[in-house]
């Protein structure tokens, strides 16, 4: 399993969080001991700052901690801490809120992730991305269509996360920028020939399915180590994690009311194909 430096943070965040709960210690009472501000003790344990390594072993002898224990998780610090994300070249159009979540995309273990409006970016073809872009005015496509295919390395690694997609029939009918046959014929099939791949899930939420309603795009991300499972979700003016359990439940139930009215894999398949089908007829009208 792939570990970047921002799942090796959320993971020593979550064993000093741990750590620090045991010993019946406060947040602030920890940040008295390092002399910064509970903000910054939260930040450390929710793994959104890096830590010093002194600072690490402060809060160890506050825990009580120390041995092989100690050592374990000193480890870790100097692993999260040792190297850092490469954002700079053309990854560096990937804006500050979406980092982490690229970052942790290959560490999981399983992904749940709804889409409405717009083909999720691990799935669009390239010609899709070009499209989507163009239309949005962009003025470093390149380096954003190469970010976008460095993503879809997760399902190379030799042991990928478990992808499971649900797309709204809306997001397959909806081109970037108007009426386009060509750029979501060239989707369709791209659709078809990843759906093939292990671990790889796609299932088409039909305009005709059983709900009351449907909720914004989230996704869902769940990790092998103790590294916090989390949901994320996007917006015009960023991202927002969420890791708080009833929070987590709430998109986990929601995913499971989608997932329970989406088409199975074999009918999605069939609607893709039926739907290609459609847009080479308009292509040839």
């Not at 970037?176 to 759906?195: F, K, R, S, Y």
Request: glycine share 8%.
């Amino acid at each position: 399993m792939a570990s970047t430096v921002t799942s090796r943070r959320k993971q020593l965040g979550n064993e000093l969080r741990h750590a620090r709960n045991a010993s019946k210690l406060t947040q602030q009472q920890v940040a008295e001991v390092l002399g910064c501000t509970q903000g910054k003790v939260n930040k450390i344990e929710s793994g959104a700052v890096g830590v010093k390594l002194g600072d690490v072993r402060s809060m160890l002898e506050a825990f009580g901690i120390n041995g092989d224990e100690a050592e374990a998780l000193m480890g870790l610090a100097r692993a999260a801490a040792g190297q850092r994300g490469q954002w700079s070249g053309y990854r560096s159009v990937v804006p500050h809120w979406f980092r982490t979540f690229t970052d942790l995309e290959p560490a999981a273990a399983e992904i749940l992730t709804w889409h409405g409006e717009r083909i999720p970016g691990p799935l669009q073809s390239e010609h899709y991305m070009l499209k989507q872009f163009t239309e949005a005015g962009a003025t470093d496509v390149t380096s954003l269509v190469r970010n976008r295919l460095d993503r879809k390395a997760v399902f190379d690694q030799q042991q990928p996360p478990y992808y499971r997609f649900i797309i709204s029939e809306g997001a397959l009918r909806r081109a970037p920028g108007g009426v386009a046959p060509a750029v979501m014929l060239d989707q369709v099939e791209h659709l078809l020939a990843l759906d093939r791949r292990p671990r790889v899930y796609v299932h088409v939420l039909p305009f005709g399915a059983r709900l009351a309603s449907v909720p914004n795009d989230f996704t869902i991300m769940r990790f092998p180590d103790r590294t916090r499972d989390f949901v994320y979700i996007e917006h015009s003016a960023g991202g927002l994690y969420l890791d708080d359990d009833k929070d987590f439940q709430l998109f986990v139930d929601s995913w499971d009311r989608l997932r329970g009215a989406a088409l199975e894999r074999q009918e999605t398949r069939q609607f893709l194909l039926g739907l290609a089908d459609t847009y080479r007829r308009q292509m040839n009208a």
